[in-house]
């Protein structure tokens, strides 16, 4: 039997084969797309059946989930995540004392700027907690073969028993997210048939499927294991008479490498090295040159882009709040014409004139642009197709998916959908390219900006604060009709409410209730 079947048949011997009994109370705009029962989750943790440790070491006879000293300690597999943070928390300090020598930074509340307790990592008081499982199958286009991913996320929690003997549980910010492919190109069913990207979708949108999440019962379990990506909120800075309060969160992704078994440092995908292209005239141009290319550009437009390795960046800070005006806090900041980084410098990598001149030469090769028709269609799709730029747009924090919270007492009571607006409004897309894999056509991969998801026909969203309702992002129309903004227009609200400026110099507002 191989690792991959044992922890299936663990999975289905534990839980009878049936759903779990809050299935029904899942939001419908989940369903069948990611597992977010609290109950369930807890049963899967709690026993071990999904446990990092358990996934990783498939042949370890404990069942008991390993605390973060033994988890790091005891699986080699890991050894070099440890160091790589330790690393760019070295950097980030030093970063922040060249920057602002006044304040103070450290670990505690008697600090400026209050770090995350990285003593966290090697507490035999703290371990990594099954929060969620998510289908991203929406992301076959990094790779068909694997028919996208599944992830599985961890929340880090801290576990104390009191003087008077009960016992504490609470979750620290940091998430750790295992990413699975959602097949093995060589996987096979039980009776030794192919099992096929439409056979994935349609076991999830079934009934969700965590049988088959781990997928393989014939292909060596190494197979599906992918990377792993890591988010931790670095720093607190509290509202000051310097500063207002602001979060900084550190992404990290480690890729896994099957000829050493060891999980290696990688860049982001997507997240623009903006620093180092800025300092490097050749590296500009030849990213400017890559990105205008008429089928990266559509790409580009549709969210599909996968931008070179050579552009990209190992690691990356996503402030919060990050505002609607243009600021440095934004992964693209002063890639764009009139964006310049301090007083008199504006010599940006992207001009009006680049954007209007390739937005031209798409239209004449038949190219319809879906979402960048303008140049500030162009930079706001610059930021969100960074990992950073995504984590500052309507998401909790710098999460979007900070996962259920099955420790609290009513855990079904605290949040149904414990994820952010841009996660929830996006389910009625991935569920709607989950549906054509199930039915054997090729999907359509394209997406929205994040600030605003794609409505894909369906009605799921309209007024609601995803789209149109109170809360949601809209655009401010112009006062002639020839000064709308072509990529924007469609931002509109519900009847009763109207698109209120959310800065002073931004177009892009939310929608509130009409007042007089």
């Known amino acids: 039997m191989s690792r991959a079947l044992r922890i299936v048949v663990a999975i289905a011997v534990l839980f009878g084969g049936g759903k779990s009994s809050m299935a029904a109370e899942n939001a419908p705009l989940v ?3 990611a597992i977010t029962d609290p109950d369930l989750l807890k049963k899967l943790d709690q026993n071990d059946a999904l446990t990092i440790s358990r996934l990783l070491q498939p042949e370890r006879n404990a069942n008991v989930p390993l605390t973060s000293d033994l988890l790091f ?3 080699p597999q890991l050894k070099e995540i440890p160091p790589a943070i330790d690393a760019e928390f070295d950097r980030y300090i030093g970063q922040h004392k060249l920057a602002s020598p006044s304040e103070t930074i450290g670990v505690g509340e008697g600090f400026d700027v209050q770090l995350f307790d990285r003593a966290n990592l090697k507490s035999a008081n703290t371990r990594f907690v099954l929060a969620g499982i998510v289908n991203r199958m929406d992301r076959a286009y990094v790779s068909e073969e694997s028919c996208g991913e599944i992830r599985l996320i961890y929340r880090l929690a801290r576990f104390e028993t009191q003087p008077d003997g009960s016992k504490t549980a609470t979750r620290l910010p940091m998430t750790f997210n295992l990413v699975m492919k959602a097949r093995d190109a060589g996987q096979t069913d039980q009776s030794g048939k192919p099992i096929t990207c439409a056979e994935v979708a349609r076991r999830w949108l079934d009934n969700g499927d965590w049988q088959g999440l781990i997928g393989s019962r014939s292909a060596p379990y190494d197979a599906m294991i992918d990377r792993i990506e890591t988010n931790i909120q670095i720093s607190i800075s509290p509202k000051s008479a310097l500063h207002d309060f602001r979060s900084d969160y550190l992404l990290k992704v480690f890729k896994y490498d099957a000829a050493t078994k060891i999980f290696v440092e990688s860049t982001l995908e997507n997240q623009i090295d903006r620093d180092r292209i800025m300092a490097d005239d050749a590296l500009r141009r030849d990213f400017k040159a890559w990105l205008l290319t008429p089928a990266n550009f559509r790409d580009f437009d549709r969210g599909t882009v996968l931008i070179p390795e050579k552009y990209l960046a190992k690691a990356a800070i996503a402030p919060t ?23 008199g410098k504006d010599d940006p990598v992207f001009t009006d004139n680049d954007v209007v001149g390739a937005l031209k030469q ?16 162009f930079q706001r799709r610059l930021n969100d197709v960074t990992c950073s730029g995504c984590h500052q747009t309507r998401g909790i924090g710098g999460f ?7 420790l609290a007492d009513k855990p079904s009571n605290s949040t149904i959908v414990p994820a952010s607006p841009h996660f929830v409004g996006d389910q009625p897309r991935r569920r709607d390219i989950l549906t054509a894999f199930a039915a054997g056509k090729r999907p359509d991969f394209s997406r929205g900006f994040a600030s605003r998801p794609q409505t894909r026909g369906s009605s799921e969203l309209a007024g609601t604060e995803y789209q149109d309702g109170w809360g949601a992002h809209c655009y401010l129309q112009g ?3 020839g000064t709308s903004d072509k990529s924007f227009t469609s931002w509109t609200c519900a009847k009763g409410l ?13 929608c509130f209730i009409k007042t007089r």
Do not use: Y
């Open 400 to 406: 979007h998916f900070p996962g259920v919270d099955w």
């Open 498 to 510: 109207t698109c209120q400026a959310a800065s002073a110099s931004s177009r892009i507002g939310m």
């Open 362 to 377: 798409a239209a004449t090769r038949g190219i319809t642009m879906e979402n960048i028709r303008s140049v500030a269609g």
């Open 321 to 343: 709040p990050a505002g609607f005006d243009a600021s440095d806090l934004q992964p693209e900041f002063g890639m764009m014409q009139g964006e310049g980084k301090g007083e």
């Open 31 to 33: 369903r069948g797309t």
């Open 73 to 75: 300690a005891s699986l």
């Open 479 to 481: 006062p002639g009709s």
